[in-house]
T-cell receptor
Framework: AQSVSQHNHHVILSEAASLELGCNYSYGGTVNLFWYVQYPGQHLQLLLKYFSGDPLVKGIKGFEAEFIKSKFSFNLRKPSVQWSDTAEYFCAVNARAAGNKLTFGGGTRVLVKP | NAGVTQTPKFQVLKTGQSMTLQCAQDMNHNSMYWYRQDPGMGLRLIYYSASEGTTDKGEVPNGYNVSRLNKREFSLRLESAAPSQTSVYFC??????????????FGPGTRLLVL
């Protein structure tokens, strides 16, 4: 069975700092990769996704992620965070051979101090 | 455009009570899902329905049942609620399982407290 691990449970940083959230998965086959964000009191929203092609994916709100197949990683980055980026971030993986079932990481809570 | 809607938003139950969580989507999606979200554990799949008329167990199905009422609606039932089922429940839908159709869209969630 596939699994997804997010290395940091909590991250605290100041506005304008750079953000990188780690995500690793365990599955040897072809995967689709996602990052979702959950702002306080809101539901999950898709930040970005990777299906195929360019391993550097750009999403909404200045976020990007890089798929490194050899490392089974899909790390999320943002060069300069804003207070409004305070949220919980979830990495998710869909193994194509497993249909459309998503496996989520445990989430990373990001607090951006003004 | 409503997307995925869920009712109720909040619910408090006593141990042993039953209830049904409702979910509907207006995007003409084929596939629908129920997840539970617990602190530090991300979202875990309870049940899913790849298409109208089919349902399958996910990672944590025990204590739950589902019904895919029609293409739009997918309900989750707790027959005899237990405190371990205190959680936030999310419904999601996707166009299908073909390439490019896998992106899931989530509802606002239902907060359930079982006393």
């Amino acid at each position: 069975a596939q699994s997804v691990s997010q290395h940091n449970h909590h991250v605290i940083l100041s506005e304008a700092a750079s953000l990188e959230l780690g995500c690793n998965y365990s599955y040897g086959g072809t995967v689709n990769l996602f990052w979702y964000v959950q702002y306080p009191g809101q539901h999950l929203q898709l930040l970005l996704k990777y299906f195929s092609g360019d391993p550097l994916v750009k999403g909404i709100k200045g976020f990007e992620a890089e798929f490194i197949k050899s490392k089974f990683s899909f790390n999320l980055r943002k060069p300069s965070v804003q207070w409004s980026d305070t949220a919980e971030y979830f990495c998710a993986v869909n193994a194509r051979a497993a249909g459309n079932k998503l496996t989520f990481g445990g989430g990373t809570r990001v607090l951006v101090k003004p | 455009n409503a997307g995925v809607t869920q009712t109720p938003k909040f619910q408090v139950l006593k141990t042993g009570q039953s209830m049904t969580l409702q979910c509907a989507q207006d995007m003409n999606h084929n596939s629908m899902y129920w997840y539970r979200q617990d602190p530090g554990m991300g979202l875990r799949l309870i049940y899913y329905s790849a298409s109208e008329g089919t349902t399958d167990k996910g990672e944590v199905p025990n204590g739950y049942n589902v019904s895919r009422l029609n293409k739009r609606e997918f309900s989750l039932r707790l027959e005899s609620a237990a405190p371990s089922q205190t959680s936030v429940y999310f419904c999601a839908s996707s166009a299908g399982t073909g390439e490019g159709q896998e992106t899931q869209y989530f509802g606002p969630g239902t907060r359930l407290l079982v006393l």
